[in-house]
């Protein structure tokens, strides 16, 4: 029997971005100058093929640093994180190496300006999530007050309406964070924030591409942890820019085909800590169940790369 056609619309740029690519070569480079186990706080993205891989490596992960001992090296997440934490590996005498990417460590040297310019922070991003608890965690408490909402902008309670300043997660969704920042602008006209947001190049350029693509196509797969908050905002993306069917995937055997059937078109993309054969074991899936034609939806080229610390440098 002859295969249905499908034309696979492929998003670019999608997967992998400067900080992950970072993050996860400063746990290899770890590994090869100290040997294992090399402790990681954190999943070092939110990937668990990316995590397991590390983990057969000799990555040993945890969530918290007193579940550490002092006599290994500890590597901190791409997401970042407070003050409090690399405090208490000196205060230890640990070997630490910070693996935050840096346009989030941008994020926490401009909340740290603003705080010692007497401001107070509002910082717009997701309850909980360790970007934020990190990027929080740069001030004393109370001192940062978290919105994630619109709504939750009419009811924040400011020390003084006119000594405000604004930070953000670098993975939000960028539309619902120019409405937040608006609100907050309207609230508070003096308030002193980044020219737009604190959203990264590669968040922004991945819902670029998706927006560009998702009219086009029947359907749309996000290639993507649950805990990624950038991938899971592609799938929002995906469905408001007209797709009527966006779903995350971890792999290929998430894909739910019975939902597909009858697509002509599909479209496909993955969060920035994706790794790429993840996004090829899912286009090597439709391969197999249909006669498919690629074609590439590209928005931006991207070309930014970040340098691992140069502690790791010697043994690269
Ligand atoms: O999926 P990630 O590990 O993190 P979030 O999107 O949940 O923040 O991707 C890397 C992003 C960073 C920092
Ligand atoms: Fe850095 Fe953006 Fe990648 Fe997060 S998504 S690691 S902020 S480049």
Redesign the pocket.
């Known amino acids: 029997m002859s295969k249905p056609p499908l034309t696979l619309f492929l998003a670019a740029p999608r997967g992998f971005?400067a900080?992950?690519d970072r993050a996860i070569k400063i746990v290899e480079l770890a590994l090869q100058k100290w040997g294992a186990p090399v402790y990681v706080r954190h999943?070092i993205?939110?990937?668990k093929f990316v995590v397991d891989d590390l983990r057969a490596k000799g990555a040993v992960f945890v969530e918290e640093l007193e579940d550490c001992p002092d006599d290994r090296p500890v590597i901190f997440s791409?997401?970042g994180v407070p003050k409090s934490v690399p405090d208490a590996a000196t205060a230890r005498q640990m070997v630490y190496v910070d693996a935050t990417?840096p346009l989030?460590s941008k994020v926490h040297i401009e909340a740290g300006r603003h705080h010692d310019a007497g401001l107070q922070m509002i910082m717009i991003g997701h309850e909980g999530?360790p970007?934020t608890i990190g990027t929080m965690g740069q001030l004393p408490p109370g001192e940062v007050l978290l919105v994630e909402t619109v709504e939750d902008v009419a009811k924040v309670q400011v020390r003084d309406p006119d000594r405000l300043a604004f930070v953000t997660q670098?993975?939000l969704s960028v539309d619902d964070t120019i409405d937040i920042v608006a609100a907050l602008q309207a609230r508070f006209p003096s308030i002193v924030g980044p020219h737009k947001e604190d959203i990264c190049y590669a968040t922004t350029n991945r819902q670029e591409a998706v927006k560009a693509m998702a009219p086009k196509a029947d359907a749309m797969l996000v290639v993507?942890?649950p805990?990624?908050?950038?991938?899971r905002r592609l799938v929002e993306v995906g469905a408001r820019a007209g797709c009527p069917y966006a779903q995350l995937v971890q792999r290929a055997a998430d894909i739910d085909w019975r939902a597909l059937k009858g697509i002509t078109s599909m479209g496909i993309t993955a969060?920035?800590?994706a790794p790429e054969v993840l996004i090829n074991e899912v286009i090597d899936a439709f391969r197999a169940r249909y006669d498919v034609t690629v074609e590439q939806v590209e928005t931006a080229v991207e070309n930014v790369e970040f340098k691992v610390p140069r502690v790791l440098r010697q043994s690269a």
């Open positions: 971005c900080g992950v999943e993205v939110h990937n791409a997401h990417c989030v999530h970007e670098t993975t993507g942890a805990n990624s908050s950038n991938s969060g920035a800590s």
